[in-house]
C-alpha cells in the first residue's frame, strides 16, 4: 500500500491513496490552518471508524443477516503531552435490520475488533478500545 501527502500551504495537505482517491487535511485556525478539512489524527480515527464499519457489515451481510443500515458513533481521547497518541476509544454501533439478532452483532463486532479491523487492532497498542452496540428494527 502507497500513499502521497502534497503539502498545500501554511499546514494544509492533500493525501492521495494508491487507489486514486484523496482527501484535503488542515490545522485548526489557532495551529496556523485554515479549516479547509480534517485533521490528520481525525482522519485517522474516521479512517480506523471505516475499518471496523466495514467489517461489522460484511460479516453480518456474508451470514445473510437481515441488516439494513450500519452508523458508527466514535468517542475518543489523547493524551495530553506530546506524543499525543489516543488513549482511549469507544465505537458504538447501531445496527438496523428486519429481524435482526443482537447475538448476530454482538458477534460480527468481536470479530472484528479481535480478528480482522487492522487499525483498531493497531490502535489498541495505545488506546483502550471498547465497544458497544444497538441492534433497531427496520421499519
Known sequence: MKARIKWIENVSFVG??????????????????????????????????????????????????PITDCVLEIDAERAREDPKVFTRIHFHFIVTGKGLKAQQVERAVHLSAEKYCSASIMLAKTAAITHDFEVREAE
Request: net charge negative; proline share 6%; glycine share 18%.
Open 16 to 65: 492521495e491513496a494508491e487507489s486514486g482517491h484523496a482527501i484535503v487535511m488542515d490545522g485548526a485556525p489557532e495551529g496556523g490552518g485554515r479549516n479547509l478539512g480534517p485533521r490528520p489524527m481525525e482522519t485517522v480515527l474516521m479512517g480506523t471508524g471505516g475499518c471496523t464499519a466495514y467489517d461489522v457489515v460484511h460479516i453480518l451481510r456474508k451470514s445473510r443477516a
